[in-house]
T-cell receptor, first 109, second 112 residues
Framework: GIQVEQSPPDLILQEGANSTLRCNFSDSVNNLQWFHQNPWGQLINLFYIPSGTKQNGRLSATTVATERYSLLYISSSQTTDSGVYFCAANSGGYNKLIFGAGTRLAVHP | DGGITQSPKYLFRKEGQNVTLSCEQNLNHDAMYWYRQDPGQGLRLIYYSQIVNDFQKGDIAEGYSVSREKKESFPLTVTSAQKNPTAFYLC???????????FGPGTRLLVL
């Protein structure tokens, strides 16, 4: 089945800094999603992006399906951006998301 | 409000006991899913259902059972056969099997 790898595993930023999180996947995808898991465990949808580019406020994402990677950009980071960011992908006929191990982001004031 | 609810928030299981985790959605979604998350790791799929009265095993179904008698509800039973049940359990739903998955707040299961 598809494999999903995320980098870096950990990231520490000062408030206001920009960052790029990467997700590599081993097969063509039908579904690719980015999530933010807050300290209480809630998974918050950021993007559904099997291909192309999307933006939502300070966050944007790009998936280059032909090269099998996706990038999540966080600009002007805030302390509330802290948490774990997951990439998840599906390549089969059913929507079985395979999750990466996550990038743990800490934003300090 | 539309959304996915899970209960209870915390659940304690004694050795040899079966416990059931509730997942309800009022989004009119056809597909529902159960995932397990262990500390410091990503989520893994336990079971999924694309339609009422139908469900399929995911990657780690051993020791778990589900039912889908109503479109809104997809309860998960952790049986005594699951030897390492301590984890964070998350339920999700999507409009169809190819669309965005939305997650509930999760249930933390601990073994006494």
């Amino acid at each position: 089945g598809i494999q999903v790898e995320q980098s870096p595993p950990d990231l520490i930023l000062q408030e206001g800094a920009n960052s790029t999180l990467r997700c590599n996947f081993s097969d063509s995808v039908n579904n690719l999603q980015w999530f933010h898991q807050n300290p209480w465990g809630q998974l918050i949808n950021l993007f559904y992006i099997p291909s192309g580019t999307k933006q939502n406020g300070r966050l944007s994402a790009t998936t280059v399906a032909t090269e099998r990677y996706s990038l999540l950009y966080i600009s002007s980071s805030q302390t509330t951006d802290s948490g774990v960011y997951f990439c998840a992908a599906n390549s089969g006929g059913y929507n079985k998301l395979i999750f990466g191990a996550g990038t743990r982001l800490a934003v300090h004031p | 409000d539309g959304g996915i609810t899970q209960s209870p928030k915390y659940l304690f299981r004694k050795e040899g006991q079966n416990v059931t985790l509730s997942c309800e959605q009022n989004l009119n979604h056809d597909a529902m899913y159960w995932y397990r998350q262990d500390p410091g790791q990503g989520l893994r799929l336990i079971y999924y259902s694309q339609i009422v009265n139908d469900f399929q095993k995911g990657d780690i179904a051993e020791g778990y059972s589900v039912s889908r008698e109503k479109k809104e509800s997809f309860p998960l039973t952790v049986t005594s056969a699951q030897k390492n049940p301590t984890a964070f359990y998350l339920c999700a739903s999507s409009i169809t099997r190819q669309e965005t998955q939305y997650f509930g707040p999760g249930t933390r299961l601990l073994v006494l």
